[in-house]
């Protein structure tokens, strides 16, 4: 049975909703309806790159009857209220992590995604990275024995602007946000953290009492460990590695370089150039593999999309860590 194209609303067009705009405008089962972003500029100047109605009012998406599902990637204090409205509408969405910086507002939220029947997805886009969904997969399959040990290992190329950083809700929730989901990827049942965090090198860390480099190390019921290594800075590119750990074997993601050509010489041996050192290019089909599952999910088919309890779990998480590192404890978790 042929589906008809998915007809689909972005709200905001910064460095993320452009990566969907593109997302969408590829994919031979959706379009880019409209575009909304309150600094409508940005929404005319992807209307005209991809298609789609511009416009500077996020509720015309909601109201016009012409939107089949909608993508939030606006900034983070708008999306408790845009979830609120696209599940009150009928409307499938998709939301860029995390839900909120405040716990409070997720959970108040919580019940009223639970109720609404209708398909929330959060974009945690990293579990759609071929592989680490594969490693999880043979992990699952059982080809390394019960897992012991996972190690994620996540360095961003360069800081972000200090602003940034003052509106991000720290280190924790804006990056290792993602590593923690990855962890409940492997390990659902997480019942501790502990993490450190320093101030190396960046001085937006220093003037908003942030972190730049960190570590976070989770413990699931089972005893299985995880540790998590974050930097703002990584000379060599974007570091985006992962080890699953097993009485068989392990399981190893490495860098995703930039070019598969060495050169050796008298002075070096197999030398390569940098990793890839952009987020956009280093994760672009996972970006293509979220919307895929996205799509499914809007049309009510069977979907691996992260749900608004990964969200909201991720945050405690991430909460839970950024108390470790404050306080200098362990901290319990329950997820339930």
């Given at each position: 049975m042929e589906h008809p194209t998915l007809r689909i609303g972005l709200i905001g067009t910064g460095r993320i909703g452009q990566v969907h705009a593109a997302s969408v405008a590829d994919h031979p089962a959706a379009e880019l309806h409209r575009i909304a972003d309150p600094f409508v500029d940005g929404a005319q100047a992807l209307a005209a790159r991809h298609g789609g109605r511009p416009t500077d009012d996020a509720e015309e998406l909601f109201t016009a009857g012409d939107v089949d599902a909608v993508i939030v990637a606006s900034p983070t204090p708008t999306h408790v209220n845009l979830i609120a409205r696209a599940v009150e509408a009928g409307v499938p969405v998709l939301c860029e992590k995390p839900i909120d910086l405040d716990i409070a507002r997720v959970e108040e939220l919580r019940p009223v995604v639970a109720g609404g029947g209708v398909p929330v997805a959060l974009g945690f886009n990293r579990r759609f990275d071929a592989g680490f969904s594969s490693v999880r997969d043979r992990v699952e399959a059982g080809e390394i024995g019960r897992l012991e040990q996972l190690s994620i290992i996540s360095r961003d190329p360069s800081a972000p602007p200090a602003d940034y950083v003052g509106a991000s809700g720290g280190i924790f929730r804006?990056?290792?946000?993602?590593?923690v989901d990855m962890a409940r990827f492997f390990l659902s049942d997480i019942v501790e953290v502990q993490a450190i965090g320093s101030q190396m090198f960046d001085d937006g860390a220093r003037q908003h009492d942030d972190f730049d480099t960190a570590m976070v190390t989770l413990r699931?019921?089972?005893?299985?460990?995880?540790?998590?290594?974050?930097?703002?800075?990584?000379?060599?590119?974007?570091?985006?590695?992962?080890?699953?750990?097993?009485?068989?074997?392990?399981?190893?993601?490495?860098?995703?370089?930039?070019?598969?050509?060495?050169?050796?010489?008298?002075?070096?041996?197999?030398?390569?150039?940098?990793?890839?050192?952009?987020?956009?290019?280093?994760?672009?089909?996972?970006?293509?593999?979220?919307l895929d599952a996205f799509i499914r999910l809007a049309r009510g088919e069977a979907s691996e999309s992260p749900t608004f309890e990964d969200g909201r779990a991720a945050l405690i998480l991430a909460d839970a860590a950024q108390r470790s590192a404050v306080e200098g404890t362990r901290v319990a978790v329950d997820l339930s």
């Open positions: 804006d990056m290792t946000i993602h590593d699931a019921s089972t005893g299985a460990l995880v540790t998590i290594t974050n930097s703002r800075h990584s000379s060599v590119g974007y570091d985006q590695r992962l080890e699953a750990f097993g009485p068989d074997g392990m399981l190893q993601v490495a860098n995703a370089p930039t070019s598969l050509v060495s050169l050796s010489t008298a002075q070096a041996v197999e030398a390569r150039p940098p990793y890839q050192d952009f987020i956009l290019e280093r994760y672009a089909e996972a970006y293509a593999a979220e």
